[in-house]
């Protein structure tokens, strides 16, 4: 089966500490470098997400007042 355009799935494992390693090809594909901060985001129902930074930026800038990049 062929993926859609720009939807992606990775698999990771839990380690002992409650740490996941995020794939080399998903940090490539969204921009993430080692010291970013990320944005975590759970739902008991729906799961948990990880959103672009730009979201975190914008959440930010409403929750603290300013610009948003």
Known sequence: MERPAGKYAWSVTVGAKGQIVIPKEAR?????APG???????DVERGIAI?????????????FGGETP
């Open 51 to 63: 959103p672009p930074k730009a979201l975190f930026h914008a959440l930010s800038a409403r929750v």
């Open 28 to 32: 490539e594909v969204f921009g993430i």
């Open 36 to 42: 970013d901060t990320l944005l975590l985001l759970g």
